[in-house]
């Protein structure tokens, strides 16, 4: 986000990642008051996302400041009272940015160029942040929804092809487990957004089905669908939702591929592409565990992920944690110690804590929001 022409001393500073709609709704908010914005893509400053962390105690995006003044994220800042947004504007209009704020990084990093590489990291980076952008530059204002066909009407798609074909030359055998995690990730988040383009989004139980098990890609010599990659590959050869069998016989040679036991928090960085499912962000190797647990974290911040109600000595889950319970444990208990241990420092943490504490806990789970965030 450019900043405004404005002689404001002090500015609003908003943390957010590529393609998350709550962010491209808080930045289309904050646009339209008048003063300075600086737009931090904390997915590119993995050093600004911990102190960002350590500052509120959050690992969701946005987080937006006006000067040094926290106010939340964007569900905060669409709650606040037009009298209080006012006064924030006022702090910015006529205090300078104070000492104390938290620093800011020179700029975010320039694109990569699309250039040819059979590292299997680098490119599915690359695939990544390409389709990440275009799909960002196609989200509409409220951050509600996509513009699918201009996606593909775009040239940027048709280079996002050509460079796609390269993944048949990558080398998998020799991917180390970080290696496999953040490749596959990135690419399963990318087929996605590219499955639709090509064949728009399912509309029901039986179009879902065919996606998931029929957009695929060539990649080192080998098929992969979405199904392949997920419950294949970041499973650890599991049976998917509604699967009969493993997705690699005994014999199959993408088995050693596969990762040797599953990783739950895989389900927190894999996007579907409806509306309920996690935000999308990109993976490296280097960090990737750290990446995942962060990911985990801003999940269960979501109160349409998890809701914890003292009173009734109820937790709420998303319906992931319904389909994928063996990845969790199998039993509620173990299911619930799993939130609990992989939540951040909250108050919600602290409320399921509490009923934790008191005895038995009812777990039921949320509706799962499977519309399409498709404008058309």
Known sequence: MGEFASGAPGQITVYSI???????????????????????????????????????????????FFNSVYVGGNEELQKLAPEELQRLVSVVQT????????????KNPSERSDQETDNAAEL??????????????????????????????????????????QLQRVELLSLSREEKLAFFINIYNALVIHGYLRLGAPTNWWHRYRFFNYVSYLIGGEVFTLQDIENGVLR????????????????????????????????????????????IKTYTPQDIDSQLRTAAEAFLENDDACVVDSGKGEVQLSQIFKWYRADFGGTDEKLLKWVLDHMSDSPKKTSLQGILSGGKTKVSFLPYDWSSNSSH
């Open 124 to 165: 599915s980076l690359l695939l990544r942040e390409m389709i990440l952008k275009l799909f960002s530059d196609h989200l509409s204002a409220d951050g509600k929804s996509v513009d699918y066909k201009g996606m593909s009407a775009n040239p940027a798609f048709e280079r996002y092809c050509d460079l796609a074909i």
């Open 18 to 64: 590529q393609g998350c709609p709550h962010c491209v709704q808080a930045k289309a908010t904050l646009g339209r008051l008048g003063v300075p914005v600086h737009d931090v893509d904390v997915g590119s400053h993995s050093e600004v996302r911990a102190k960002l962390k350590e500052l509120t105690g959050r690992s969701s995006v946005p987080q937006i």
């Open 95 to 106: 205090e300078p940015l104070p000492a104390d704020a938290l620093p800011l990084p020179d």
């Open 236 to 279: 650890g050869n599991r049976k998917g939702v509604a699967q009969l069998r493993r997705p690699f016989s005994k014999t199959d040679p993408r088995l050693q591929v596969a990762l040797p036991d599953v990783e739950p928090l895989i389900h927190f960085a894999l996007n579907c592409g409806a509306k309920g499912c996690p935000p």
